[in-house]
């Protein structure tokens, strides 16, 4: 048996307001004189309170970023290209601040900083060869655990998958549960549903072991309190921990049935990944019956209608195309149905099963 030695981030600061020492944190990174960072941040928050709450020295680069789409690689290598294009030096630091899709666009940034050629090159595990420019994250939306993860999903000309190294781990988190407060509330639902399915995945997974579990068990039952319990306090606080502990907890099994099926979903009609996970679940009561039974109590308490009919529109050919991307995801199937998983999740299977979003 080889066991994975697990990478972890470096610095995590955690508390309201704790975004207010960020300027402090970063200090001892701007060592030369000319010494610059970049601050990736999310356009949703162009005028915004956060906006000029940046600790932004005179010759930092503040790159604003659009995630209507999810990060595509040609818009990793254009972002890299802006900031190799702003100085002649590489800048001391990269701080994504935004929901998974910025956290993800800083984390490439920083790699193809320091990596040549583009970063559909490095999708795949451990293909990343220098270590990335140091780089931080500043969650504003939480449940995907990207702020943890080692890899960051980008979609390429011929795969969604991410760039997935021990270099792509964050230097330092920091976790302010004010940042969350206003986010829009089905967004909140779905990426906190990310959240949530990361935790089913994980512990009803065959990859499971006391590491994940003692993560996933946490993260389940914070998810259950911001989810389930009018009474609870703090709800912001617990679903900041809850994505951090899911993370964890996946870091060291595996996804399941659920991702592998969205990442086809996402492939084919760029569904984007919370809504997408959302959708694909409640079709999935035969894997994780008791998981899909407490979500649909989750999504009938937040008022959530889930879009229907997705895939009716679809050509045979993008059809095949969905299902050779949800299929390719081995260890996923693996991690849901065993070594057998083939003879299970059949290429019919899979079509009957998106025949009915
Ligand atoms: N790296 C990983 O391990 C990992 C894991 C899961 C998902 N992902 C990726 O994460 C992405 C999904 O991330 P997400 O669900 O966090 O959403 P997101 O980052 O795509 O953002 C969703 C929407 O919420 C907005 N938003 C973000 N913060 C806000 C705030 N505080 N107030 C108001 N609006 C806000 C954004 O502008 C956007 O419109 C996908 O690209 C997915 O592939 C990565
Ligand atoms: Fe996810």
Same mark, same amino acid.
């Given at each position: =048996?080889?066991?994975?030695?697990?990478k972890?981030?470096?610095?995590v600061?955690?508390?309201?307001?704790?975004?207010?020492q960020?300027?402090?944190?970063?200090?001892?990174?701007r060592?030369?004189?000319?010494?610059?960072m970049?601050?990736?941040? *999310?356009?949703?928050? +162009?005028?915004?309170e956060?906006?000029?709450?940046?600790?932004l020295?005179?010759? *930092?680069?503040?790159?604003?970023?659009?995630?209507? *789409?999810?990060?595509?690689?040609?818009?990793?290598?254009?972002?890299?290209?802006?900031?190799k294009?702003y100085?002649?030096?590489?800048?001391?630091?990269v701080?994504g601040?935004?929901?998974?899709?910025?956290?993800?666009?800083?984390?490439?940034?920083?790699?193809?900083?320091?990596?040549?050629?583009?970063? +559909?090159?490095?999708?795949?595990?451990?293909?990343?060869?220098?270590?990335?420019? @140091?780089?931080a994250?500043?969650?504003?939306?939480?449940?995907?655990?990207?702020?943890?993860s080692?890899?960051t999903?980008?979609?390429?000309?011929? /795969?969604?998958?991410? =760039?997935?190294?021990?270099?792509?781990?964050f230097d330092q988190?920091?976790?302010?549960?004010?940042?969350?407060?206003?986010?829009?509330?089905? +967004?909140q639902?779905?990426?906190?549903?990310?959240?949530y399915?990361?935790?089913? !995945?994980?512990?009803?997974?065959?990859?499971?072991? +006391?590491?994940?579990?003692?993560?996933?068990?946490?993260?389940?039952?914070?998810?259950?309190?911001?989810?389930? $319990?009018?009474?609870?306090?703090?709800?912001? $606080? /617990?679903?900041?921990?809850?994505?951090?502990?899911g993370?964890?907890?996946?870091?060291?099994?595996? #996804?399941?049935?659920?991702?592998?099926?969205s990442?086809?979903?996402? @492939?084919?009609?760029?569904?984007h990944?919370?809504?997408?996970?959302?959708? #694909?679940?409640?079709?999935?009561?035969e894997?994780?019956?008791e998981?899909?039974?407490?979500?649909?109590? =989750?999504? !009938?308490?937040?008022k959530?209608?889930?879009?229907?009919n997705?895939?009716?529109?679809?050509?045979? !050919?993008?059809?095949?195309?969905?299902i050779?991307?949800?299929?390719?995801l081995?260890?996923?199937?693996e991690?849901?149905?065993?070594?057998?998983?083939q003879?299970?999740m059949?290429?019919?299977?899979?079509?009957?099963?998106?025949?009915?979003?």
């Amino acid at each position: =048996m080889i066991f994975r030695n697990f990478k972890m981030i470096s610095n995590v600061i955690f508390g309201r307001g704790c975004f207010n020492q960020l300027d402090e944190i970063l200090e001892p990174k701007r060592t030369a004189k000319d010494s610059w960072m970049v601050f990736v941040i *999310d356009d949703v928050f +162009q005028g915004k309170e956060l906006e000029q709450r940046i600790p932004l020295h005179d010759k *930092d680069m503040l790159l604003w970023v659009n995630v209507d *789409d999810e990060p595509k690689t040609s818009y990793v290598d254009l972002l890299t290209e802006k900031v190799k294009a702003y100085s002649t030096t590489l800048p001391s630091g990269v701080i994504g601040i935004g929901g998974g899709s910025s956290m993800d666009l800083a984390k490439a940034v920083s790699l193809m900083l320091t990596n040549p050629g583009s970063s +559909q090159e490095y999708q795949g595990w451990d293909l990343i060869k220098n270590p990335a420019v @140091y780089h931080a994250a500043v969650p504003t939306l939480s449940g995907t655990g990207a702020e943890v993860s080692r890899t960051t999903v980008l979609t390429g000309p011929e /795969k969604k998958l991410g =760039m997935n190294s021990d270099y792509t781990v964050f230097d330092q988190v920091v976790l302010d549960p004010e940042l969350i407060r206003d986010v829009p509330h089905d +967004q909140q639902f779905y990426t906190g549903m990310d959240c949530y399915i990361h935790c089913v !995945e994980s512990l009803e997974g065959t990859y499971l072991n +006391q590491f994940s579990k003692s993560y996933g068990e946490k993260a389940i039952e914070l998810c259950r309190e911001v989810f389930l $319990d009018d009474t609870a306090e703090d709800k912001d $606080d /617990k679903l900041m921990m809850a994505s951090f502990f899911g993370g964890m907890s996946i870091a060291y099994s595996q #996804v399941g049935a659920c991702h592998a099926l969205s990442y086809g979903l996402s @492939y084919i009609l760029g569904t984007h990944h919370g809504i997408g996970c959302s959708i #694909v679940f409640d079709y999935l009561e035969e894997f994780y019956p008791e998981g899909v039974k407490e979500f649909r109590q =989750m999504a !009938e308490r937040h008022k959530i209608k889930l879009p229907r009919n997705l895939t009716k529109d679809l050509t045979d !050919e993008q059809m095949e195309t969905m299902i050779t991307v949800a299929l390719g995801l081995a260890p996923l199937w693996e991690n849901c149905l065993g070594p057998d998983w083939q003879t299970i999740m059949t290429r019919d299977k899979a079509r009957s099963l998106f025949k009915r979003m």
